[in-house]
């Protein structure tokens, strides 16, 4: 094989990319949100209550809702899109709510759940997913 080749031939698959980024992120996502719930709640609330946001108890919930339900999507391909909103609204509540005053060092765990889910957001679960197989069966997909 040619180094050249090796580094610059754009002949693979980027949906096999897709399918382990998403299952690691929504894997992750979901054991963030299973420890609050595992937890208990009132510690999350009473944390959300202390940033100020309003309604906290309301807040809390879908925060926790994002990070379990969002994550299990994800982690299916399933409703990918919306399930990549939510996660994205929660970590920037993350990055600017609870951690706007911190570094950098202290909002990098939000923003590299936020980035990935951007793309996902944009981009969709790729073939290797549900929603791709619910897209064929429908014929939106090829």
């Known amino acids: 094989m040619k180094?050249?080749?090796?580094?610059?031939?754009?002949?693979?698959?980027?949906?096999?990319?897709?399918?382990i980024l998403r299952l690691f992120i929504g894997a992750a996502m979901l054991s963030h949100g299973w420890s609050k719930l595992g937890a208990g709640m009132?510690?999350?609330?009473?944390?959300?209550?202390?940033?100020?946001?309003?309604a906290p108890q309301l807040m809390a919930y879908l925060a926790v809702f994002a990070e379990t339900g969002g994550a299990l999507l994800l982690l299916l391909g399933l409703l990918t899109r919306p399930a990549a909103l939510m996660i994205i609204l929660t970590m920037l509540v993350a990055i600017f709510g609870a951690h706007g005053g911190d570094g950098f060092a202290a909002q990098e765990a939000a923003w590299l759940y936020l980035v990935p889910s951007l793309l996902f957001f944009l981009k969709g679960a790729g073939k290797w997913?549900?929603?791709w197989a619910i897209g064929r069966k429908a014929g939106i997909n090829n």
């Open 129 to 131: 997913s549900l929603d």
């Open 42 to 54: 009132e510690g999350f609330v009473g944390f959300v209550t202390s940033l100020g946001v309003p």
């Open 3 to 19: 180094l050249k080749t090796c580094f610059f031939k754009n002949d693979g698959d980027a949906n096999i990319g897709l399918l």
